[in-house]
Structure formats: C-alpha cells, structure tokens
C-alpha cells in the first residue's frame, strides 16, 4: 500500500533561517514524489517533481530511496514561504497519495 | 489558460440534501481526478474519470457518491442524501493524457453539512 507521511503539522522558523519538510513514504515499486504547495486562499500548486531535479523558489527536494524519504529544504527561508506543504506520491498509476500537509510559518 | 475551475467553491447542505460539484478541467486535458479532503487530513483520491467514463472509482464510497464526465460539460460530482460525515474540501485535478502523474488541481469545493 501507499503511504506518505508527514510528521510535521506546524514548522516556524525565522526568516532567513534554513528550512526542512519532513517527507517518507511507503511503496513497494518505483516511486514518483512531489512536492504541493498551497498559499493562504490560493489552489493547490505543484511546486517541484523529483524526475526534474530543479530547484523551485530556492528548495530543493531529494529522493532517498534507502532511507525512503523525500524532505523539502530551503537554506534561507522567506516571509512568503509560508504555506501549507504536501508531499505526494505517484507510482505506476494516477492515484495521488498525500501526506497530511505541514503548515510553515516563517515570522519576521 | 484559467487552470481547472470548481464550483460552487463553498456549498451548505442539510442533511438528506443532494451535492453537486463542478468541475471544468484546463484546456487540452481530458483526465480528471476528485479528491477529498476531510479536516486534518491529505487529500485521497476518489475517482478518475476520462470523457464518458469511469475509469476508476476504488476511492469513492460505494453508496450516495457518483461522478461522471460527459462528452460535454464540466465532471460532475453528485453525493446523494448528504450526511454529516460528507463535510469536506472536494477537489478536481485534471491532466493531459500522457501525464497522469501531472495533475494540475481547481480551488476546491468546501462542503459543509448542517
């Protein structure tokens, strides 16, 4: 079965501080991770994909496969970083399997 | 481009009320996906439809929920009889036939059930 976990509800950090969002996930085949973010009143958007390996916003997601983990990180964090996170997990099909979402909140 | 659409973005029921929820995917797409939302959880998936059918509806609970994608016209999502437990963000993602894994997704229904 498919699982992503999250274990972080709430993140707050200062600004220019660095930043990391804890993902693992749970799957048996080859796994296609992303990262979603979703701003205050805003849609859900995709922010970055691991096959791409490019750097979104200034993060940077890596795919762990030994340690099964796929974190979100930012060297120095920015006031409108703040967002609610997503890491979700594509396999062989289209279901989309979510975490539960870390709310980051990056104080002046 | 306007991205994937959804309405209504907010719809109140009574219970034993019917729900329907709209959804228009991006131009060129013709995969949709429904998702729900409860409160403090991700999203999971319900079902994924392509024009007139259902691919795969694992996700949605068998009784009351149905979707469908007409030849013309926005995917409807339909919840019969809502209950208190239907309360939740419902949300739409569509993507190209080629990329299923990139879905692109709408702003949300948020049901709420009185």
């Known amino acids: 079965a498919q699982r992503v976990t999250q274990p972080e509800k709430l993140l707050s950090v200062f600004k220019g501080a660095p930043v990391e969002l804890k993902c693992n996930y749970s799957?048996?085949?080859?796994?296609?991770l992303f990262w979603y973010v979703q701003y205050s009143r805003q849609r859900l958007q995709l922010l970055l994909r691991h096959i791409s390996r490019e750097s979104i916003k200034g993060f940077t997601a890596d795919l762990n496969k030994g340690e099964t983990s796929f974190h979100l990180k930012k060297p120095f964090a920015q006031e409108e970083d703040s967002a609610m996170y997503y890491c979700?997990?594509?396999?062989?099909?289209?279901?989309?399997?979510f975490g539960k979402g870390t709310l980051l909140t990056v104080n002046p | 481009n306007a991205g994937v659409m959804q309405n209504p973005r907010h719809l109140v029921r009574r219970r034993g009320q019917e729900a329907r929820l709209r959804c228009s995917p991006m131009?060129?797409?013709?995969?949709v996906y429904w998702y729900r939302q409860l409160p403090e959880e991700g999203l999971k998936f319900m079902v994924y439809?392509?024009?007139?059918?259902?691919?795969?509806e694992s996700g949605m609970p068998k009784e009351r929920f149905s979707a469908e994608f007409p030849k013309e016209g926005p995917s409807i999502l339909r919840i019969q009889q809502v209950v208190r437990g239907d309360s939740a963000a419902y949300f739409c993602?569509?993507?190209?036939?080629?990329?299923?894994?990139?879905?692109?997704f709408g702003p949300g229904t948020r049901l709420t059930v009185l």
């Open positions: 979700a997990l594509g396999g062989s099909n289209y279901k989309l399997t």
């Open positions: 439809l392509q024009k007139e059918n259902i691919i795969d």
């Open positions: 131009k060129g797409h013709s995969h």
């Open positions: 993602a569509s993507s190209e036939p080629s990329s299923y894994n990139e879905q692109f």
């Open positions: 799957y048996s085949g080859s796994p296609e």
